[in-house]
């Protein structure tokens, strides 16, 4: 196989080389353990620190609210069991039936082990979740809210401000969101936001290296105890050259965003335009998506056979959330917005960034459309 192409960005994606450069440079130079008394450990805590102060202004927080964390699973994990931890009288736990595994089945811990109500919004047939939907679920014993700014199979926006704003003002519960797949692709207002996660290598960073936004006013317990990192919050030696990359990764993704959309949008037309010339082919994703993701069936061929198909003629693209490709063939997602079992088990997701091309597409469509004929 000569030339593979990329097509799944929301999984993962090629980190920048003005981020590859930097952190070649760090990891020579800055080896020691940051919590270390004598000059080298102090430089690393002063690096850590200025990376941290510049994460806050790029996010418009303060800097002892961003807490570095091995990624968004773990801060995901860690801003729904801290928040419980901290606030035992509230047994209740809101989320949408659509997140990601990491909220998902931490949701089910605390179900399963420590006996929490758990109420899963729906989502509309644009994958939406709506306010009305959080007003009707909130209650006096709400711990806590956690909902996705954008979906990572179909790419829906929820109306997080607003959500955001209708929680501050009539309850006491905090609001946990889930940024992994809005950062750097809109604009988010932290203001009404407890706390906030992501993660740096789907912003063209490096893996085992995310942000845990908790502001300051919100009780938590750390998932991960002992040790005074992190100001307490999240003990264990600090990964402190991969965390020192992060204000870079988030900067160069905040310049990039209006540019990387607008290349993005005019790639996801094209495809969506060439996929719906084949017959059979449905699009999944909302109108009201982020630029960067196309989902589409074609209910013929299963999710897996499809992909293998794809795989072997040089493309890499996903069914569902990657998380879930070995675990379930029906994608949960697709089955909320309300599609049938055939098309939400003959889902594939493509996701781009602005180095796709339009020739990346057209060989991809062909792909397909060789596919089609020889299994469908
Ligand atoms: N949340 C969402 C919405 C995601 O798409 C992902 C990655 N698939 C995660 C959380 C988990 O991110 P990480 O790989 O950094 O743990």
């Known amino acids: ?65 961003i807490i570095y964390t091995s990624g968004a699973s773990e801060s995901n994990s860690s801003a729904i069991k801290g928040v419980c931890l901290a606030n035992k009288e509230k047994k209740h736990i809101i989320t949408t039936c659509v997140e990601h595994s990491s ?22 047939y644009n994958g939406v979740v709506e306010l009305e939907e959080v007003k009707k679920a909130l209650r006096e014993d709400t711990a806590i809210v956690s909902i996705m700014a954008v979906n990572n199979e179909v790419g829906a926006i929820n109306p997080i401000e607003e ?9 006491h519960a905090y609001f946990h969101v ?15 936001i407890d706390l ?53 990764t988030l900067r160069l993704a905040l310049e990039n965003r209006q540019s990387n959309n607008d ?42 056979v499809m992909q293998n198909a794809l795989n072997a003629k040089g493309f890499m693209v996903s069914a569902r959330s990657t998380c879930e490709s070995a675990t379930l063939n029906t994608s949960y997602v697709l089955k909320a917005m309300g599609y049938s079992d055939l098309r939400s088990s003959s889902c594939i997701r493509m996701s781009f960034s602005k180095e796709n091309t339009k020739e990346e597409i057209d060989a991809f469509i062909a792909a397909i459309k060789e596919t089609i004929e020889h299994y469908g």
Not at 4 to 11: G, L
Not at 103 to 123: G, K, N, S, W
Not at 236 to 244: L, R, S, V, Y
């Open 1 to 65: 196989m000569s030339h593979r192409i990329y097509f799944d960005h929301a999984s993962s994606t090629q980190i920048h080389p003005e981020v590859l450069d930097a952190y070649v440079e760090v990891l020579k130079t800055y080896f020691a353990n940051s919590a270390s008394l004598y000059d080298e450990g102090r430089k690393v805590t002063e690096l850590l620190s200025k990376s941290r102060a510049s994460i806050a202004k790029l996010l418009g927080v303060q800097t002892n609210e």
């Open 103 to 124: 909220v998902m089945a931490v949701c089910e811990q605390m179900h399963r082990i420590f006996d929490y109500d758990i109420t899963y919004l729906p989502v509309n």
């Open 163 to 171: 959500i955001g704003e209708y929680i501050k003002k009539n309850s």
């Open 178 to 192: 889930d940024m992994t797949q809005s950062i750097g692709k809109i604009d988010i207002n932290l203001k009404n």
């Open 196 to 248: 906030a996660s992501f993660s740096a290598h789907k912003i063209h960073g490096l893996k085992g290296s995310g942000i845990l936004i908790k502001k300051a006013h919100v009780p938590y317990e750390p998932l991960i105890a002992g040790g005074e990192q992190e100001m307490g919050l999240r003990g264990g030696t600090t990964n402190a050259p991969t965390h020192m990359m992060l204000a870079k």
């Open 263 to 304: 290349a993005c949008r005019i790639l996801q037309e094209y495809t969506v335009n060439k996929l719906l010339e084949i017959p059979g082919i449905e699009i999944n994703h909302p109108k009201n998506n982020i630029p960067q993701l196309v989902n589409f069936s074609y209910e013929k061929i299963p999710s897996e």
